[in-house]
């Protein structure tokens, strides 16, 4: 009776406690709403959870680039190109005499507008640096072609704005002229008269101030003052074609500015491409 007694206590002892069913239900959704903010964070950025995978992987070997030679795609837009011209673009001081003397060619190229011409010479000269291995950053010489190129462009257009100017600024002086001797001629009943009349008009040249009339005192009757008014509006008719010329030719300097603009940014997007394609070939391609 003892032994079967004993035996009983400990069946009782080792029997596990009870387990509540309500418990495991609350469990499962606690399970998930901790569970909720690190799946939200996997599906919003995955590349973040495969970074450290990228990490580990090997670089891709480039083939063909030199790894000095630098080229950073610029914007082709005119205002690009306008904005590299305020700039302070010098040569890469490593370029021999050579490269320089490829570089001016095809600022004269640009000149002539023979961007075709000038498209080949940067090839040429890309390709060169590439198999030489030369280190040096290709962008600041295509800027400097650029910037000379659309510089000189400027320049001519500066000129001829100065001598539509000066030749303006002739006419008003020979026109007041006009109008004082006249004025003289109606008013004046005191013959011979002194009058500082003008013996010489230098031609305006495209550069440089514009030169000023020679004078000289004389003294002049009537008819001999009239014939010099006469003098004066064959100047200025000649004053006022010479002026029609030369704001013609302005207006021809601006739409050739214009033209110029438009064929850098397509010799640019050139450039852009047939550089970024040479120095990122890449192996296996």
Not at 165 to 191: D, G, P, V
């Amino acid at each position: 009776m003892l032994q079967k007694k004993t035996d009983i206590t400990l069946q009782s002892t080792s029997c596990p406690e009870p387990v509540d069913k309500r418990d495991k239900l609350y469990r499962k959704p606690l399970t998930a709403i901790l569970l909720l903010p690190f799946v939200a964070a996997l599906i919003a950025n995955p590349i973040a959870a495969a970074q450290p995978q990228i990490k580990n992987m090997p670089q891709m070997e480039v083939k063909g680039a030199s790894p000095g030679l630098k080229y950073r795609p610029m914007s082709t837009s005119p205002e690009a190109i306008k904005s590299i011209a305020n700039r302070n673009v010098r040569l890469p001081a490593n370029l021999n005499n050579s490269d320089r003397r490829v570089l001016r060619a095809m600022v004269s190229d640009i000149k002539r507008h023979k961007p075709g011409s000038a498209n080949r010479r940067w090839k040429k000269l890309v390709t060169r640096w590439k198999n030489q291995n030369k280190t040096l950053d290709a962008g600041a010489a295509a800027q400097w072609v650029l910037r000379e190129a659309y510089l000189d462009n400027a320049d001519d257009l500066k000129d001829q704005a100065e001598k539509v100017r000066h030749m303006n600024q002739r006419k008003k002086e020979l026109r007041e002229e006009i109008r004082k001797m006249r004025r003289i001629y109606k008013q004046n009943s005191n013959w011979p008269i002194r009058v500082n009349k003008i013996v010489n008009m230098p031609r305006i040249k495209r550069k440089g101030p514009p030169p000023i009339f020679r004078r000289k005192t004389a003294m002049m009757n009537r008819p001999q003052l009239k014939s010099y008014m006469r003098e004066l509006e064959k100047n200025r008719e000649s004053v006022n074609n010479d002026a029609q010329q030369a704001e013609t030719r302005f207006q021809n300097s601006q739409q050739k500015q214009q033209q110029t603009l438009q064929m850098l940014s397509r010799l640019l997007k050139t450039m852009n491409d047939f550089t970024t394609m040479s120095i990122t070939t890449r192996r296996g391609l």
